[in-house]
């Protein structure tokens, strides 16, 4: 079954540094790849996606992520962090059992920006 | 357009009660699916609605269950609830609806936070 990892509960940057976030994907077949947002009391809301189309994935809010088959990984990076990037990120993968579709998602990161 | 908007935002319920939450999608999107998100488990897919019939299902007991009428909108009901059912549940909408799931975006509300005394 797919699923998906993310390295990191809680991740804290300086306001301008980069962002790194890290998510590895398990799978035996081609994955399809998410990384969403959830600022506090609010629902979650997509920052990127990979479907296969190209391995380097741009987003919302200056995020991108690249797809690297190699290393089972899905990272988020943005290349200068600001304050309003304080939030949680979580990385989701579609799994498939029997044409059972769901979307599984990793325990999250809290990323805290350093003023 | 109006969001993912979901009613009511706050409850609290006793165990053993029952409750009944409710979705209503972005106009036009026919597709409603159903998660839990606790601090222990994180978010878990419960269901997928599509044209009024369960299309996909998380692995939840049969306490969890749903429903979605002919104008998209989409009721979960939870019986007998337990303190461990206390968590944020999100529903969300997609335009197409068909098809594989990523194929379109999945667009959330801002949650239900039940909390089970």
């Known amino acids: 079954a797919q699923s998906v990892t993310q390295l990191g509960s809680h991740v804290s940057v300086s306001e301008g540094a980069l962002v790194l976030l890290r998510c590895n994907y398990s799978?035996?077949?081609?994955?399809?790849l998410f990384w969403y947002v959830q600022y506090p009391n609010q629902g979650l809301q997509l920052l990127l996606k990979?479907?296969?189309?190209?391995?380097l994935v741009k987003g919302i809010n200056g995020f991108e992520a690249e797809f690297k088959k190699s290393e089972t990984s899905f990272h988020l990076t943005k290349p200068s962090a600001h304050m309003s990037d304080a939030a949680e990120y979580f990385c989701?993968?579609?799994?498939?059992?029997?044409?059972?579709?769901?979307?599984?998602f990793g325990t999250g990161t809290r990323l805290t920006i350093i003023p | 357009k109006a969001g993912v908007t979901q009613t009511p935002r706050y409850l609290i319920k006793t165990r053993g009660q029952q409750v009944t939450l409710s979705c209503s999608p972005i106009?036009?999107?026919?597709?409603v699916s159903w998660y839990q998100q606790t601090p222990g488990q994180g978010l878990q897919f419960l269901f997928e609605?599509?044209?009024?019939?369960?299309?996909n299902k998380g692995n939840f007991p049969g306490r969890f269950s749903g429903r979605q009428f002919s104008n998209s909108r989409s009721e979960m009901n939870v019986s007998t609830l337990e303190l461990g059912d206390s968590a944020l549940y999100l529903c969300?909408?997609?335009?197409?609806?068909?098809?594989?799931?990523?194929?379109?975006?999945?667009?959330f509300g801002p949650g239900t936070r039940l909390t089970v005394l």
């Open positions: 799978s035996s077949v081609p994955p399809y």
């Open positions: 609605y599509f044209s009024e019939t369960q299309r």
């Open positions: 989701a993968v579609v799994s498939s059992n029997f044409g059972n579709e769901k979307l599984t």
């Open positions: 106009s036009g999107h026919r597709s």
């Open positions: 969300a909408s997609r335009p197409a609806g068909q098809g594989p799931l990523f194929t379109d975006t999945q667009y």
């Open positions: 990979y479907t296969s189309a190209a391995t």
